[in-house]
T-cell receptor
Framework: SQQGEEDPQALSIQEGENATMNCSYK?????LQWYRQNSGRGLVHLIL?????REKHSGRLRVTLDTSKKSSSLLITASRAADTASYFC???????????????FGQGTILTVHP | DAMVIQNPRYQVTQFGKPVTLSCSQT?????MYWYQQKSSQAPKLLFH???????NEADTPDNFQSRRPNTSFCFLDIRSPGLGDAAMYLC????????????FGDGTRLSIL
């Protein structure tokens, strides 16, 4: 299965601290994406990193990708209470010639940021 | 402005009674996806459309069907819901191209009585 595994399953930190979540996957990918899901809501796309990229930044987010280890990490710096949510990595391993992606999601990390 | 809209947000149906969930989009995206997400689990892809081409995942139960009458709308039909079908159903869209994110609606929470 392509499904990614995330670690830790749950993370509890204080506001202002950094949060790091890790994701591992099993086969070759086209790209890897991170999504946030607030309780009872849909998923919100955070960042996409291509298979030939090693690091990407967006605001307080930093994503790394190591294709040799088939792993990725998401770092949220200076966390806020509003960052409390579930975070999912998703891998896009499209078949050759396909112009769009199908995502396989990891199990997610539940992040709680205490004020 | 909402770009992927799912109706209703909450749906209650009886065991075995057919139910239809709807999704609409204002993004004019070619690709639309339906996911099932059970409590504390990852979203699981059920099927997707590229334009009108329908693609079923191998392990999607036969009980689940979908229709896409036009670019903007997509429906998920559950013919005879069982208790195990209680879940959040998420609709998503994406444009074609190699590096496109998916845009999700807020989901429909389906309960089976």
């Amino acid at each position: 299965s392509q499904q990614g595994e995330e670690d830790p399953q749950a993370l509890s930190i204080q506001e202002g601290e950094n949060a790091t979540m890790n994701c591992s996957y099993k086969t070759s990918i086209n790209n890897l994406q991170w999504y946030r899901q607030n309780s009872g809501r849909g998923l919100v796309h955070l960042i996409l990193i291509r298979s030939n990229e090693r690091e990407k930044h967006s605001g307080r987010l930093r994503v790394t990708l190591d294709t040799s280890k088939k792993s990725s990490s998401l770092l949220i710096t200076a966390s806020r209470a509003a960052d409390t949510a579930s975070y999912f990595c998703a891998t896009d391993a499209r078949a050759g010639g396909t112009s769009y992606g199908k995502l396989t999601f990891g199990q997610g990390t539940i992040l709680t940021v205490h004020p | 402005d909402a770009m992927v809209i799912q109706n209703p947000r909450y749906q209650v149906t009886q065991f075995g009674k057919p139910v239809t969930l709807s999704c609409s989009q204002t993004l004019n995206h070619n690709v639309m996806y339906w996911y099932q997400q059970k409590s504390s689990q990852a979203p699981k892809l059920l099927f997707h459309y590229y334009d009108k081409d329908f693609n079923n995942e191998a392990d999607t139960p036969d009980n689940f069907q979908s229709r896409r009458p036009n670019t903007s709308f997509c429906f998920l039909d559950i013919r005879s819901p069982g208790l195990g079908d209680a879940a959040m159903y998420l609709c998503a869209t994406s444009g074609p191209g190699p590096y496109q994110p998916q845009h999700f609606g807020d989901g429909t929470r389906l309960s089976i009585l």
